[in-house]
């Protein structure tokens, strides 16, 4: 698996994650991990290592790519899966939305611009509602691409429900996993909102 910016799996596969790598791994099973472990995104990464394979073939997962979107706004995405150097799937990890600070080129956003008059501050480090945050970045990568599906993955309940309704009926190729409190199977989640991955699983 190819990694961006010196995040090296090798400490994932360090750590004892064998009781939950398992195929019908439930997405509250999971939200307890973040105790256990007091992490977020190398969790997600190493079950979808576990789902590819260690050494897939044809899917590559990046961990923390960096794309440059519109106004040459250099922007990451926490994970991405990718074919053909076309990026597949873009997954943004959240521990909980809580709230976000505003960087300089966040105020070029198009999507932040749509509701900067219901933002109380919009200058730079003004605080901003998370769930736009995540979302206005992710449309700028999406903007200058060739199109592809997105899920925002949250450990803990969020509070802003209302912007995530707001964000789910406004773009349609962008899903969100609530890990706590949902019984349903992890994998089965991924792949209702991407039916394309059970081409390439392992498991």
Known sequence: MRTFDGKATVDLKNRN?????KKDVICHEISTFKQEFNQTEPIVVRLLQYYFGDSP???KIFWGPRYNGM????????ITIELASQILFGISVKSRFGGGYLEPNDLTLSLLQEYKNEINRFEV????NDV??????IKNIKDTSNGFKTVTILFDKPHQLKWVSKMKSSFEDHEYIFLKGNNNRFFDELERILPELKRYKAI
């Open 125 to 128: 480090r003004a605080s901003i």
């Open 57 to 59: 073939n044809e899917i």
């Open 17 to 21: 994650y064998s009781i939950w790598l």
């Open 71 to 78: 106004n040459n706004c250099n922007q990451e995405l926490d």
């Open 132 to 137: 736009l945050q995540d979302m206005a970045r």
